[in-house]
């Protein structure tokens, strides 16, 4: 088992910025990749970026590209996701996710592991 801790959400204005964090532990061993997720209000739960534990690759999503970047700590088992040039659309409840199979995948039926969740809303 994973067990995973979000934290750094919060109300921040469009245009700054907020880094969110998630902290890993049990059989962190077993971990591939780490995912974030976000849902808004009234939608379904869509993929914002992901890493490889080992090697550090990376995949975003359009919408974040340029303005979010995920990085990984694999001495302190966190995973992080630095948000800048924040919009409104943005506002949603943030998940962490990892993975144990092999892959960087963007599926959230591909995560076994989820954190739960840290709110992030943008005012305009």
């Known amino acids: 088992q994973v067990q995973l801790v979000e934290s750094g959400g919060g109300l921040v204005q469009a245009g700054g910025s907020l880094r969110l964090s998630c902290a890993a532990s049990?059989?962190?061993?077993?971990?591939?990749?780490m995912g974030w997720f976000r849902q808004a209000s009234g939608k379904g739960r869509e993929f914002v970026a992901a890493?490889?534990?080992?090697?550090?690759?990376?995949v975003y999503a359009d919408s974040v590209k340029g303005r979010f970047t995920i990085s990984r700590d694999t001495a302190e088992n966190t995973v992080y996701l630095q948000m800048n040039t924040l919009k409104p659309e943005d506002t949603a409840v943030y998940y962490c996710a990892a993975r144990v199979g092999s892959g960087l995948v963007v599926y959230e039926r591909n995560y076994s592991y989820w954190g739960q969740g840290t709110q992030v809303t943008v005012s305009s």
């Open positions: 890493v490889t534990w080992s090697r550090g690759s990376t």
């Open positions: 049990g059989r962190t061993s077993s971990i591939y990749a």
